[in-house]
Nanobody, 124 residues
């Protein structure tokens, strides 16, 4: 059974950092492009970053460019999202999702497989 499990969320002060992980089981992650999305209370789910199947291509939402870095280790079947210089508006549930294509896109409707999410709260 294809499963994605996010971890690494938590409560952090503004300006802090977190590293989120997305671990895959039941399938080989290197067959999939992976996206990270987030959803704040009362808002729609939005794409923040994604990475191609090989890791050679990445995309970022304008709001996170320069602060977020996505990477993947296919030998560990895991994708990471390093988030730095956190702001209160980064608060939300962060989800990873898999798309069985070579390239990634920041569109929720292009992903069929989702994890359960990990909460990130940025507050002083």
């Amino acid at each position: 059974q294809l499963q994605l499990v996010e971890s690494g969320g938590g409560l952090v002060q503004p300006g802090g950092s977190l590293r989120l992980s997305c671990a895959a089981s039941g399938f080989t992650l290197d067959d999939y492009a992976i996206g990270w999305f987030r959803q704040a209370p009362g808002k729609e789910r939005e794409g923040v970053s994604c990475i191609s199947r090989s890791g050679g291509s990445t995309n970022y939402a304008d709001s996170v460019k320069g602060r977020f870095t996505i990477s993947r280790d296919n030998t560990k079947n895991t994708v990471y999202l390093q988030i730095n210089s956190l702001k209160p508006e980064d608060t939300g549930v962060y989800y990873c999702a898999a798309r069985r294509f070579r390239l990634c896109v920041l569109n929720v409707y292009e992903y069929a497989n989702w994890g359960q999410g990990t909460q990130v709260t940025v507050s002083s």
